[in-house]
């Protein structure tokens, strides 16, 4: 088993195995028995060649697909075990989701995006708006609050992505590729932006990438290859010259 | 790429893409559908009419008779058959009316024919009624009292297949012997003083004979039996009795030779236009003779095919035209429909795009590919859709079998294959039109923005070639505005508050508005902000026709209603939608931020409230085109129910007021005995004391073959004159002053009129310069007074207007008499001396006969004689609405054309009392003719009772009538001493029920018409959702890695649909409610609103929005949330 430190496990993942298309010809076997612990405020990079079962990993860790075997811990919860209404709301409470293409609603402005899982949670609408646009202006976005995702650059999306993302005080935020679809100066700026909310909410992240570079910005790096763990590398690592 | 590329681009986005090309398919299916759905029920419709009265003529294509009137005799066959070599056979026949009695049924005039037994089999077959089987009609009819009877008189006898044969009949036939005159006193003949012989006189007698029914024949199925609707002798036997009318008892005697050029007329309809040629042909060969120095024809000749074919081309050309408008409407729901999954197909299929174009794709490759892919879906969906159009009008054909009865206008489905080829082909057609707007779209898209899937949205200022056309648009509405006063002198400047009362000017107002305002529209978009500036457009298209409907008709503006009605329906109703649909279209935003607000309140539905009403505004155009279905449908669904409601009520409503006290009448089927102590009116106040007042009337219908009695529509001396589409056969009906008037001197003399007869149009003198919408029923019945005045007046003459009918060239736009009628652009006829020609007035129920048009009566007419044509002007007609004409003028409604009574339902000519000794119909004209009448001989009985009109004692004084006069050995019968006489009395009330039932059909079958839409409307809503799922796999995936639970998802699919729905069926039934304002404010009755039928229509919306939008979005919430993120389109 991969773990990091003795700190309070916040995720612990047994045994877990995935398989598209289960029991026909073309049967894929995205994981086989994945063991993996993170503690609170952990901020962990996956990384490995593209079809290892990153994403895979991160869709089962968020329940956004169900997984073929084997067990997965969120703050001491069995989520397995939930319902489906009930992993609905436990996704929407303590896991915040950043994408590589950013999923932002098209039709939605950059705060209505934000105000979105607040509104979910039950929240008054002029609360959730108050609080989305607080946000925003926290994340330097205060003078694009309106504007709808497609007249904002990709770092800006990317920041509003973010802030959805934060907007419930999650306890993991997953992010896959988040800044695969950014050059690397608006990916620094939002990595920088990572780690300050990780140190400042002690918020866990853990990031799917295959820039390297990014990688080394967390405490640690697990790798993967062909839908296992090969190895973990932990942090610090050396800074960039 | 070329060519082949495109193919297999197509081949693969076709095989791939399944559910949306499956969508796709099915919308122009669904387009075709309706086309084919829509002409087959159009076609059925005109085919059962015309193939029911076809039936009848069964293979007879001409009939021979005599020139100079009377028989024609055995020597004539070879002269006719020379005349005719190219005919297939030819038959004689004998034919007549008579009554006849059953057991206790008494019809009073059943036709009788007599046929030869050997006449040629190209003439057809006779069927037993009940084995079906061919019949030898000589094995039944041995001997002059052997008869057979048609199916269809054997149902009206209440004689059904089980009946056992034979049956005795009783008949009458008139016998004319010469007879020695005698002396009343001494009982001895008189002698001649001159001669010494006896003097003779002729004495007319009825011959009462049994006749025994030995079998019946199917009158209903094509062949020879169809053409006999009652009682069938041998030639010879029917000779026999028909001799007896002559004091020489000459038994050469033959109606009429029958000429066929064909055989089996049903299955192989024969050409009308070589007919016609045919007979113009032998009407210009037929021989002369000369009679008192005048040239006339030995033979008359007359084709009931040609008049028949003329006369359903008229009465459905009418009706089809309002139906091809509401199709017309219910089709561009259809258009609506595929023009909305193909646009959904490009903006889904954006990436792709972009893709293709990356890896080298020329734009003409990505168009043809698309193009190719709208062709096939083109293709394949015009297959399903003359599938599904087949199978459509098969069952709305069925639905009319109910509705019509399979009677003798029996419902057959018809599909024309011209049709069908058409639908498909315009089908396929629009599905690669409404494909190119797409493809043109999808070769434009930006690569870069496409492939990071920026959408594409439509540029917000209009460009320079669209404002050009906006200016040209202008210019157009422009050239309207100055019709009115400018270019077309009839009407006024708009201007002057009299360029805005009559219908003309408004259908240039309309169209005026509606053009320059569009035109104002798109070049206004080119310089502020679209939704502005088409906002200004949308309001004006709206806003026109319904001010028009609601204040211009509502206030009494519009005072002349003449004109075409029927485009200014259809250009405000096609204003009114499209109006609002944009109204609403261009501000759904702002519909949507309100819906948003009010549902964010609502615990649980937050999510949705932030999606849903974004989504719709989002997606505006789709939005648009998916609820303008709706909008459509609904606009005619609710039009029809609304306008079927206020009918029905301000008939219910109106009619004790309308029938000015007259409660019921009755019909005699012979004109009243002439009684020497009583009368038939004596005799019903006798009945019950409730009955305060009879109005004794003479009315005369013509038979089928009595065309010497038929109305000319055209001078019948001219040479112009065409007996085909000239002559019309219209019932006749005497008016006398004291049945109107009372004892009232004239119009003045308010306190004294016996009868409030109300007039509709009015002659010369009484007809005010325009017509007033909005008068009061005082000011009608005094212009109506007025008009009677003229009716009585023999001093009185009236112009005759150069308006001329032919069958050929009917204004349907106008409906002839139907549309009240100024007079004012119609010039008078003049002689040659330059003077108006003037003619007596009659007045008509007919909407055949517009005012003011002459028309010429058939006098001193016997079976015997040839007619003496008198002119008259048409001085007025009914208000069929109101008393006088609504209980006389019903005929259409209740016995509708199934009946075959054609002059039943063409309407009546009346004239007054002082032209019925003209007639042997209505005086003694001709002494020998059977249907010569005394003065107070009447027919018809308009009476009146102490009763309220809707009261059940009514009914009661009305068995007692019919008991008193149709009892055996009792009664009236006993009177008279004749059993052959029958009274028919019905209360107004019940004949208001009949006429309710008879609407409420063809208001089914109207609402049934529109459901089309509605139902197409519904199944495009499910493809739209299905394909609103599919594309927005992404957007779901993105709901649900957020926190949506499935509910809310569903939801959110379901809610956008019924938003949609809701927002069509609100614009419908607004849009509806005001067109309907519109014709109550043209009929000036009170609005009903149907609240029954809007409520049905929520929820049947609410059923397939929940429907369509739950299956679908249901799929869409168990799609695991990471699958739906990687979807691409």
């Known amino acids: 088993m991969f773990h990091s430190n003795d700190s309070e496990v916040i995720l612990k993942i047994e045994g877990l195995h995935k398989r598209y298309n289960e029991g026909k010809s073309n049967e894929v076997h995205a994981l086989r028995g994945i063991d993996l612990e993170v503690k609170k405020g952990d901020m962990m990079a996956i990384m490995g060649p593209s079809g290892c079962g990153k994403t895979t990993l991160l869709n089962m860790i968020g329940h956004l697909d169900k997984n073929s075997g084997g067990e997965i811990h969120i703050s001491k919860i069995d989520t397995n075990k939930l319902s489906d209404g009930q992993q609905t709301a436990f996704r929407r409470d303590n896991i915040g989701f950043i994408f590589q293409l950013f999923n932002l609603f098209p039709f939605l402005s950059a705060v209505e995006n934000v105000e979105t899982p607040l509104l979910l949670q039950g929240y008054n609408s002029g609360i959730a708006r108050e609080q989305a646009k607080m946000l925003l202006r926290d994340l330097g976005m205060g003078d694009r609050l309106y504007h709808s995702p497609m007249e904002l650059s990709g770092g800006q999306q990317q920041r509003v992505a973010v802030a959805r993302a934060l907007i419930t005080d999650p306890a993991i935020i997953l992010g896959d590729e988040p800044t695969g679809d950014l050059d690397s100066t608006t990916s620094a700026e939002v990595i920088t932006l990572f780690r300050r909310i990780n140190k400042m909410n002690k918020q866990t992240f853990v990031l799917v990438t295959h820039n390297r570079w990014i990688a080394e910005k967390c405490d640690y790096i697990v790798h993967m290859i062909d839908g296992k763990i090969s190895n973990m590398e932990m942090g610090p690592f050396k800074e960039e010259k | ?1129």
């Open chain 2, 1 to 1129: 790429m070329g060519l082949i590329s495109s193919i297999k681009i197509a081949k693969r986005a076709l095989t791939r893409r399944k559910t949306k090309n499956f969508s796709a398919i099915l919308a122009i299916a669904l387009g075709v559908t309706l086309m084919v759905g829509i002409q087959i029920t159009t076609d059925t419709l005109e085919n059962a009419f015309l193939t029911s009265l076809l039936i009848r003529e069964g293979e007879v294509d001409i009939r021979f008779s005599n020139g100079t009137g009377g028989f024609l005799s055995a020597a004539d066959e070879s002269n006719i058959s020379a005349l005719v070599p190219d005919a297939l056979a030819i038959m004689s026949e004998l034919q007549s009316s008579g009554p006849a009695m059953i057991g206790s049924q008494f019809e009073p005039s059943v036709s009788m024919a007599g046929i030869p037994l050997d006449y040629n089999e190209a003439f057809g077959n006779f069927y037993d009624w009940d084995t079906g089987e061919v019949m030898d009609i000589s094995t039944y009819l041995a001997d002059n009292s052997s008869v057979l009877l048609s199916s269809s008189l054997a149902e009206d006898m209440d004689i059904n297949k089980s009946t056992e044969l034979p049956i005795n009949l009783t008949t009458e036939f008139t016998s004319i012997t010469i007879v020695p005159k005698l002396n009343e006193s001494t009982g001895f003949p008189i002698l001649n003083e001159t001669t010494g012989f006896p003097i003779l006189e002729l004495q007319i007698t009825e011959e009462r004979v049994i006749l025994s029914i030995t079998e019946i024949f199917d009158s209903r199925r094509p062949g020879i039996g169809a053409s006999y609707r009652g009682v069938l002798f041998s030639l010879d036997a029917y000779q026999d009795w028909m001799s007896l009318q002559d004091p020489l008892r000459n038994k050469d005697i033959i109606g009429a030779y029958l000429i066929t050029y064909q055989t089996d007329h049903f299955s192989t309809p024969i050409d009308e236009t070589v007919l016609q040629e045919k007979f113009d042909a032998l009407e210009e060969r037929l021989p002369v003779k000369m009679v008192n120095d005048q040239e006339v024809n030995v033979y008359a000749i007359d084709s009931s095919r040609l008049l028949y074919i003329g006369l359903i081309d008229l009465i459905f050309g009418l009706m089809s035209s309002f139906l091809n408008v509401l199709g017309l409407l219910i089709i561009i729901t259809g258009i609506l429909l595929i023009t909305n999954v193909q646009l959904m197909s490009v903006e889904d299929r954006e990436f792709q795009t972009g893709v293709l174009r990356a890896v080298g794709e020329k734009r003409g490759g990505i168009f043809r590919s698309m193009l190719f892919e709208t062709l096939f879906q083109g293709i394949f969906g015009g297959i399903f859709g003359l599938v599904g159009g087949l199978i459509f009008g098969q069952l709305v054909a069925l639905y009319l079998v109910s509705l019509f009865g399979s009677g003798s206008a029996s419902v057959q489905p018809l599909v024309k294959e011209s049709v069908v080829i058409f639908s498909v082909i315009v089908g396929v057609i629009l599905g690669m039109l409404t494909g190119l707007l797409p493809a043109l779209r999808a070769s434009r898209v930006n690569i870069v923005e496409a492939l990071r899937g920026i959408k594409i949205t439509f540029e917000e200022k209009s460009s320079r070639n669209l404002a050009f056309i906006g200016v040209l648009l202008s210019f157009l509405g422009i050239f309207f505005f100055l019709n009115n006063g400018i270019i077309n002198r009839n009407l006024q400047y708009i201007w002057l508050t009299s360029g805005w009362d009559n219908i003309s000017e408004w259908e240039n107002i309309l169209l005026g508005a509606g053009f320059l305002f569009t035109g104002l529209g798109i070049v206004l978009s080119r310089y502020i902000s679209r939704t502005k500036a088409f906002n200004l457009t949308s309001i004006v298209l709206w806003g026109t026709p319904v001010f028009m409907f609601v204040v211009a008709m509502g206030s009494g503006w519009i005072t002349d209603m003449s004109g075409s009605s029927l485009n200014i329906l259809i250009i405000a109703i096609i204003e009114i939608v499209i109006g609002s649909v944009m109204l609403v279209g261009m501000n759904l935003p702002y519909i949507m931020r309100f819906l948003r607000s009010t549902l964010i309140k609502i615990p649980g539905v937050k999510g949705v409230a932030q999606v849903a009403p974004a989504l719709i505004s989002s997606h505006k155009t789709r939005s648009t085109l998916t609820f303008a279905i709706f909008a459509v449908v609904l606009t005619l669904n609710v039009t029809v129910a609304s306008l079927v409601a206020t009918n029905i009520d301000s008939t219910v409503g109106q009619s004790e007021e309308d029938s000015r006290g007259i409660d019921l009448y009755v019909q005699l089927s012979d004109p009243e005995y002439n009684l020497a102590n009583t009368s038939y009116t004596t005799e019903l106040y006798r009945i019950d004391s409730a009955i305060t007042d009879v109005i004794g009337m003479k009315t005369f219908k013509p038979g089928s073959t009595d065309y010497t009695r038929y109305v000319a529509t055209k001078n019948p001396f001219s040479p112009d004159f065409n007996p085909q589409s000239n002559l019309l056969p219209l019932g006749f009906g005497e008016l006398r002053s004291d049945q109107i008037l009372g004892d009232a001197q004239n119009a003045t003399d308010d306190e004294d009129w016996r009868f409030d007869f109300y007039m509709y149009n009015l002659p010369d003198g009484v007809r005010p310069t325009s017509i007033d919408l909005g008068a009061s029923d005082e000011v009608l019945l005094d212009q109506s007074k007025r008009a009677w005045d003229k009716f009585f007046d023999p001093e009185y003459r009236m112009t005759a207007y150069n308006i001329t009918l032919d069958l050929e060239n009917f204004d349907i736009s106008n409906f002839g008499g139907f549309t009240a009628s100024t007079l004012e652009e119609v010039d008078p006829i003049l002689d040659i001396n330059g003077s108006e020609v003037q003619y007596p007035i009659v007045f008509t129920d007919s909407f055949l006969l517009p005012l003011g048009m002459p028309i010429w009566i058939p006098f001193n007419t016997s079976q015997f004689g040839f007619p003496v044509y008198q002119p008259f002007t048409i001085g007025g007609s009914f208000d069929s609405d109101r008393a006088g004409g609504w209980p006389l003028s019903r005929s259409m409604q209740t016995e509708g054309f199934s009946s075959g009574s054609f002059s039943g339902t063409l309407g009546t000519v009346y004239f007054p009392e002082r032209f019925s000794s003209y007639t042997d119909f209505f005086g003694m004209a001709d002494e020998l003719s059977p249907d010569k009448r005394e003065p107070d001989q009447f027919d018809t009985y308009l009476i009146k009772t102490t009763y309220p009109f809707d009261s059940p004692a009514i009914e009661d004084v009305a068995q007692s009538i019919e008991d008193f006069t149709n009892t055996k050995d009792s009664g009236y019968r006993k009177l008279i001493g004749d059993e052959f006489m029958v009274a028919t009395a019905t209360s107004l009330y019940s004949k208001l029920e009949a006429s309710l039932e008879m609407m409420e059909q063809m208001t089914n079958f109207l609402q049934i018409y529109v459901n089309f839409g509605l139902i197409i409307g519904a199944v495009g809503m499910a493809v739209i959702s299905v394909r609103n799922v599919a594309e927005r796999k992404r957007e779901i995936g993105m709901m649900r890695a957020i926190g949506f639970p499935r509910y809310q998802v569903m939801t959110a699919a379901l809610l956008e649909l019924m938003v949609l729905g809701f927002i069509g069926l609100i614009i419908g039934v607004v849009n509806g409610l005001f067109v309907n304002v519109g014709f109550s404010n043209m009929l000036d009755v009170p609005v009903v609103i149907p609240w029954g039928t809007i409520g049905a229509y929520l929820s049947f919306i609410t059923f397939i929005g929940l429907l369509a939008g739950a299956i679908p979005g249901w799929v869409a919430s168990r799609i695991p949330a990471a699958e739906a993120l990687r979807y691409v389109g």
